[in-house]
């Protein structure tokens, strides 16, 4: 399996790529490079984000390896055992809007396959949530406070707010 740091670098990669097809510019000079028919023409057309990807190197072209060792780390992250290969989350964003959202997923995550019952008990969810983030209580606290998550008043039981 990939380590974090690998996994992280592909998606970051991925994440470029599909900038560089978003934008005239770049896709003209990524089609450029795979239509290179010396190294001086693929050297002048790597420039920018083109340049940091791993899979495209500027005096040997396109590599099929090296695409095919991203595609690898790719079905990392989406098998059953994805979730081993990310890094948890250190800290919410301290923008209200985009730390909302981020509750949202990991809520969604958390409450993901939990069967017919759809309630976790409080040690249940903090040992959901401690895979996900480093503070628990902090998340916890958050989920409540912003309504995607509702409490029991004994505070024995959890379920995902309905919207």
């Not at 991925?14 to 934008?23: D, I, K, P």
């Not at 005239?24 to 190294?39: H, M, T």
């Not at 969604?108 to 903090?126: I, S």
Request: include cysteine; charged fraction near 30%.
């Amino acid at each position: 399996m990939s380590t974090s740091n690998d996994i992280q670098r592909t998606l970051r990669e991925c994440r470029m790529l599909l900038g560089v097809l978003r934008t005239p510019k770049l896709r003209e000079r990524l089609a450029a490079v795979l239509q290179a028919r010396s190294d001086e023409e693929r050297a002048a057309a790597m420039q920018g984000p083109l340049s940091r990807l791993s899979w495209l190197d500027a005096r040997d072209g396109f590599s099929v390896d090296g695409l095919g060792q991203a595609m690898d780390k790719l079905g990392d992250l989406m098998g059953e055992s994805g979730i081993l290969g990310m890094r948890r989350i250190a800290a919410m964003p301290q923008n209200e809007p985009e730390r909302i959202a981020l509750l949202r997923r990991v809520y969604a995550r958390v409450f993901d396959n939990t069967g017919p019952r759809r309630w976790l008990t409080e040690p249940e969810l903090n040992a959901r949530l401690a895979m996900l983030v480093d503070n628990v209580a902090e998340t916890r606290r958050y989920g409540i406070d912003y309504g995607i998550v509702e409490r029991a008043d004994d505070g024995a039981r959890y379920w995902l707010a309905t919207a």
